[in-house]
C-alpha cells in the first residue's frame, strides 16, 4: 500500500477542483485517491512523451551522422527509426506506409539534406520537425 502524504496545493481551478470533486463522489472515490491517479497519469504521459521526443532526436541525429551513406539512395524514399535505416522504397508513399509500423519514424526522399522531415508518430499523427544545425 503506497504511503499517504497530506499537501496543500495552491492555484487550483476552482472549477475544475468543483468538478473534480463532484465526479469522484459519483464514483465513490475520494479525492485524495482522483489527484493521485491524475498524477500518476499525467506523470505516465510526460515520460512518453519525453521518449517520443528523445527519440525523434536519435532518428535526426542519426541521419546527420550517416548522411553520405544515405545519400547514395538519391531520389528514393526511406524510413529511419530506431536509431537506424529501417527501409528504402521507390515512393514517398510506400515509405510512409512502412513507417507508421513504428512508434516514432522519420521518412523522406533522399535529396538534399532535408531542413523538414514529416515524423511518424503511429498510423494516425504525422508533424513536422525543423531541423536545427
Do not use: C
Not at 469522484?24 to 504521459?45: I, K
Not at 536519435?58 to 524510413?79: C, P, S, T
Amino acid at each position: 500500500m503506497a504511503v499517504k502524504k497530506q499537501v496543500l496545493i495552491r492555484g487550483v481551478d476552482e472549477d475544475a477542483y468543483r468538478r473534480a470533486k463532484a465526479a469522484a463522489a459519483l464514483q465513490g472515490v475520494s479525492m485524495g485517491d482522483a489527484v493521485s491517479e491524475a498524477l500518476r497519469g499525467w506523470v505516465a504521459s510526460g515520460r512518453m512523451e519525453d521518449d517520443v521526443q528523445k527519440e525523434a532526436k536519435q532518428n535526426v541525429r542519426y541521419v546527420k551522422d550517416h548522411w553520405n551513406d544515405l545519400r547514395r539512395h538519391k531520389g528514393e524514399a526511406v524510413v529511419v527509426s530506431k536509431s537506424k535505416l529501417q527501409g528504402v522504397f521507390a515512393s514517398y508513399e510506400e515509405a510512409r506506409r512502412f513507417s507508421s509500423r513504428f512508434k516514432v519514424a522519420l521518412a523522406f526522399v533522399v535529396e538534399d539534406i532535408p531542413q523538414t522531415r514529416e515524423l511518424e508518430f503511429g498510423p494516425d499523427l504525422e508533424i513536422q520537425h525543423e531541423v536545427q544545425s
